[in-house]
């Protein structure tokens, strides 16, 4: 049996857990690859297993569509042609990205690679699965957050979760209206169950002490979950050695889906005054990346632990050679451990170097600091969601200020 997917024959074939994937026309041989995959104790006996990758026959990338088959105890295996020279990415799932796999320490796992060259078997050893963490059971929520389960994206063509964190009174004041700050990798701001390694940013916990305290104005956060396409969503331009780009698209889901979602759903001050965009990382990427391209819609601006070396230091360049939206307030901070600079003389400029060449072409832009351009040098912070946390509220204070 055969059918063609968006460029791609797909052949099922009679032998056990083996699927054809060759780009059409077929017209030679192309390389046999086979993955037998064994996966750790507990998982379900009847659980399926399955593969998404980067290549239209795989979804793309859709955590349950092609299944392996089980040929043992704990023991799959598929086999797929795949065309001779593709830089094949993979990642494994029991069906859903809430059950993907997982390092030892239950650490996200970055895309597995393949470089094709010939036929070949992987031997792949699962260390768990998402679902599996000892943090999955240990909910830390505060407050009012509302989910919106597999918000579908047209321009991304994937789903994904959105959290809403309401402020304290938002149902006892009808008529009241919130700015909003959107936020990347939203699970992992709220909620020790859902974040990276059980480490949670705190985010509804700062935002509701900060807000009754008097130190900012109440807002409403949107948390924006990411997906295993991450690196490439969240980079505006592609690295030569490590792919990327999709940053633009991301910025157009934002804009285009997510923000007209949340203005209708929600009580918002949807001008751009009064939205804000955050992240950290490739996050910090996004962040300045979609306010400097969409000005009419962001100008709170918050970029925690910016990955300033992505292409060459591209978005650096990006920031040096475009006017920032009009009326912005930017937060940049970089913890002083996060990387070993260039102490092996690869070329690498220093991190902190990096952030304040940030800071600097920011100043050139006319920001000011102190005013609207907050900044810091975390003494011995490194990059991790800890980290974040704990710089969380200086960066709040200064983009949402109470009384402005």
Not at 24 to 33: K, W
Not at 294 to 312: E, I, K, L, N, Q
Not at 333 to 361: F, K, L
Request: net charge negative; with cysteine.
């Amino acid at each position: 049996m055969q059918f063609t997917r968006r460029g791609f024959l797909v052949v099922a074939v009679a032998t056990l857990a083996m699927v054809a994937v060759l780009p059409a026309p077929v017209t030679a041989r192309q390389p046999m690859v086979t993955f037998r995959v064994r996966v750790p104790e507990g998982t379900p006996p009847d659980a399926g297993v399955y593969i998404a990758g980067n290549i239209d026959a795989l979804g793309p990338w859709d955590p349950g569509k092609v299944e392996l088959g089980k040929i043992g105890d704990g023991l799959y295996a598929i086999t797929i042609i795949l065309p001779a020279g593709l830089d094949f990415r993979y990642q494994l799932t029991r069906g859903t990205w809430d059950t993907v796999e997982r390092s030892r320490t239950f650490e996200r796992m970055p895309d597995r690679e393949l470089s094709v060259v010939g036929d070949e078997t992987v031997e792949i050893d699962v260390a768990s699965w998402r679902d599996f963490s000892p943090f999955r059971d240990r909910h830390t929520v505060v407050g009012d957050l509302r989910h919106h389960d597999d918000f579908r994206s047209e321009v991304l063509g994937n789903s994904r979760t959105i959290l809403v964190f309401l402020p304290p009174g938002y149902e006892e004041n009808p008529e009241a209206r919130y700015p909003v700050l959107y936020m990347h990798d939203g699970q992992n701001l709220f909620d020790a169950a859902t974040s990276f390694i059980g480490i949670e940013w705190n985010v509804d916990e700062t935002v509701t002490r900060m807000i009754e305290g008097g130190e900012v104005r109440p807002l409403i956060v949107v948390g924006v979950e990411n997906t295993s396409q991450r690196a490439f969503e969240y980079t505006p331009v592609p690295d030569r050695a490590r792919g990327g780009g999709g940053g633009e698209l991301h910025a157009r889901f934002l804009v285009e889906e997510v923000k007209p979602f949340i203005d209708r759903t929600y009580r918002t001050m949807p001008d751009a005054q009064s939205t804000g965009i955050m992240g950290s990382s490739f996050g910090g990427l996004a962040s300045i990346y979609t306010a400097w391209t969409h000005p009419d819609v962001f100008t709170r601006v918050g970029a925690m632990s910016t990955s300033y070396g992505w292409a060459g230091g591209h978005i650096l360049s990006f920031v040096e050679s475009k006017n920032p939206p009009t009326g912005v307030r930017v937060w940049i901070d970089m913890g002083t451990a996060e990387y070993e600079g260039d102490s092996n003389g690869d070329g690498v400029p220093d991190i902190i170097e990096q952030h304040r060449r940030c800071r600097d072409a920011l100043i050139a832009k006319g920001l000011t600091l102190p005013g609207t351009l907050g900044y810091v040098e975390d003494e011995g912070a490194v990059h991790n969601e800890r980290a974040w946390a704990a710089r969380f509220p200086r960066a709040l204070r200064h983009l949402f200020p109470a009384g402005k």
